[in-house]
């Protein structure tokens, strides 16, 4: 193969994940031509309704799984928080690169930090988990949707419409946002999304050819620790529509997940940890679905 068509949404965040990894695939075969196949996705162009009330994150890759079945591209690049945990039959994740900064970030002009924001503060974001772990920390804020792209969001924070909004650690940096940064919110008193930070590359899964060029990108720590926080939410039915979060890490031969459950009404939350072998990553994912459940996660879920 001596050229290589990668399929991404439009958005900034995603050309520039798509084209690092396109340089890291130059810089692997070189020789190798790589190009971007830019796309709009429903995901995309909605933005007056939540991702829950259109159908989920699966709006992000619909249109590119299309492109690499009509045969107008060979991969895709996504931020793995995005991709559902079952893939569509036909795909693949042919590799998953070391995570960024798994954390969220806490981005204001006012203040430093969530705990500083004054009473009743309004607070933008449109994730179910981020509101659920804010109103556990501060049931007194006003939380209001936030869509759009990272650019967007931070326009209309600098605009006046919120105090604060929380965006990924990892899109901010990739961005050349640090300094926005106000404060990392993280573990243990904050957990991410599963698999956020972390960029994955889809393609058919009867492309060996494609799946063999990746292979050189494929972080092993990362793919473990991913497995285990998407089996967890596998076993908990989560989607965007369930404030769902999860955080692995590896420590030697060991894994150790850290998972919550949370609602978005009133901030009631459950949490669960276990530790297991690092070979084993889904069954440890099921074990710590299996605590939050018996701590009544369902009704949080089906609430």
Known sequence: MTTLRIATRKSPLALWQTEHVAQRLRAAHPGLIVSLVPLSTRGDEILDRSLAAI??????????????????????????????????????????LARADHADAF???????????????????????????????????????????????L?????????????????????????RIR???????????????AIAVECRDDDTATQALFAVLDDAPTRTCVRAERAMNLALHGSCHVPVAALASVHGDGLQLQGLVGSAKDGQCVRAQASGPATAPEALGVAVANQLLAQGARALIDG
């Open 155 to 179: 326009a209309k924070l600098d605009a006046g419409d919120y105090a604060a909004i929380v965006l990924a650690c990892a899109g901010l940096q990739r961005l050349g946002f640090d300094a």
């Open 107 to 153: 981005v204001s002009n006012q203040v430093d930090t969530l705990a500083a924001l004054p009473h009743g503060a309004c607070v933008g974001t449109s994730s179910l988990r981020r509101q659920a772990q804010l109103r556990a920390l501060r049931p007194d804020l006003q939380l209001r949707d936030l869509r759009g792209n990272v650019n967007t969001r």
């Open 55 to 96: 159908g989920g994150k699966g709006l992000f890759l619909k249109e590119l799984e299309l492109a690499m079945q009509r045969g107008d591209a060979d991969c895709a690049v996504h931020s793995l928080k995005d991709v559902p945990m079952q893939l569509e039959p036909g795909f693949t994740l042919a590799a998953i």
């Open 183 to 197: 404060s990392r919110l993280d573990a243990p008193a904050w957990l991410p999304a599963p698999a956020q930070g």
